[in-house]
């Protein structure tokens, strides 16, 4: 029995019943129904087994190994919708009929969907070929991450563009009529998009021009972290705090932003702490110096410094100057430093002073007496 002989079964076989005014065949509900969940089935059971098989040996991110599901998913269930409509004789012909007026094309149902399915493809494509691309080819290349990293985002801007016109040249759309649809998006830019064409083209400028990379270490305003990922209109950042931060991209090139990898990771560090009086000061300075000395995480190159930078109320202040190779280990290896300082003037008995003033009384002085007027 084939598909044909099975679907003039189950229509012969109708029952309909009346509900109100709507008269229902109850044999093509449960056989819409029937389907649809089978479909659903399908779709799960497919994309556990590719998810095993197939996108776990590819180099996809997780969010693009997600989206492959989904994407699988669907077809597999707009796929099992169309079967069904059609084994209910349900008239799709509505589907394609032109409705929504475009230049000079006329926009049915089905380009519509036939539109948005091929942008969905190049977007997905993109991400993939993207990550095969650094994954593969540009790891056999001496470059540095950061021109990776844009030529990857190349890559994926120029498929989508690719994909885009291939998209609009399908559906029949005329690239020369949309000049009017451009204008009026021109407008809207200059009254209520300014702000994202302004984060758009700074985007393009960190792409290209690179004041910031990806895994970066930069402090923009009152937030630092790492750079994560830069995108046309914002940039991911993120903190010490384990936290995703999205900032816009005009922020970076129009505030002020200190880079610490920009170039040379070497960073400097200085380290303040008091020391008595009555300490012996070269003891302090040799203490000082021991403390760089032995630190393995301390730059042998450039010399570490130890300054007298002032008197204080209560104590000499001294400054440390050490050079760390990477920004990133910047506040573990200064309470390594504080912790070792610590330990080392215990060794040495060199006090670190608190506060401290001293308060003289004295005895009062005697006041005039008139005994005359008492």
């Known amino acids: 029995m084939n598909w044909s002989e099975i679907k003039d079964f189950f229509q012969n076989s109708s029952y309909q019943v009346?509900?109100?005014?709507?008269?229902?065949?109850?044999?093509?509900?449960?056989?819409?129904?029937?389907?649809?969940?089978?479909?659903?089935?399908?779709?799960?059971?497919?994309?556990?087994?590719l998810g095993r098989?197939?996108?776990?040996?590819?180099?996809?991110?997780?969010?693009?190994?997600?989206?492959?599901?989904r994407i699988i998913q669907l077809i597999i269930f707009f796929t099992g919708l169309f079967i069904a409509l059609d084994v209910v004789n349900v008239n799709l012909n509505i589907l394609s009929k032109p409705f929504l007026p475009i230049g000079e094309t006329t926009l049915s149902i089905v380009h519509i969907v036939t539109f948005f399915i091929i942008i969905s493809l190049s977007v997905y494509l993109s991400k993939i070929l993207s990550n095969v691309l650094m994954s593969k080819g540009l790891t056999q290349l001496q470059i540095d991450q950061g021109t990776k990293y844009v030529l990857k985002r190349v890559t994926e801007y120029a498929l989508i563009t690719i994909g885009g016109i291939i998209a609009f040249q399908t559906v029949g759309i005329n690239l020369s009529g949309l000049a009017v649809i451009f204008g009026l998006l021109s407008v809207g830019i200059g009254f209520g998009l300014q702000n994202i064409a302004s984060n758009f083209i700074s985007g393009v400028i960190l792409l290209f021009e690179?004041?910031?990379?990806?895994?970066?270490?930069?402090?923009?305003?009152?937030?630092?972290?790492?750079?994560?990922?830069?995108?046309?209109?914002?940039t991911t950042i993120r903190s010490l705090d384990n936290i995703s931060i999205i900032v816009p991209n005009t922020e970076f090139v129009e505030a002020r932003v200190t880079n610490w990898s920009h170039g040379d990771l070497k960073v400097r560090m200085r380290i303040t702490v008091g020391v008595s009086y009555n300490s012996d000061l070269d003891n302090v300075l040799a203490a000082l110096r021991e403390v760089a000395d032995e630190s393995p995480n301390i730059l042998k190159t450039p010399a570490s410094e130890v300054l007298l930078m002032e008197f204080g109320d209560s104590s000499w202040n001294m400054e440390l100057r050490l050079w760390i190779a990477d920004p990133k280990d910047y506040y573990r290896i200064l309470s390594e430093t504080n912790c070792a300082i610590v330990r080392k003037f215990r060794a040495r008995n060199i006090e670190i002073p608190f506060p401290q003033r001293d308060v003289h009384v004295r005895s009062p002085l005697p006041l005039p007496f008139d005994s005359a007027k008492n």
């Open 18 to 49: 009346h509900i109100g005014k709507v008269l229902i065949d109850v044999v093509d509900v449960v056989l819409f129904v029937c389907i649809i969940t089978l479909a659903i089935i399908l779709a799960k059971v497919v994309t556990k087994i």
């Open 53 to 69: 098989r197939v996108l776990s040996r590819l180099p996809l991110t997780e969010s693009v190994g997600r989206r492959s599901k």
């Open 210 to 234: 690179r004041p910031i990379q990806v895994g970066d270490r930069i402090t923009v305003g009152d937030t630092q972290g790492d750079v994560e990922e830069i995108n046309i209109r914002a």
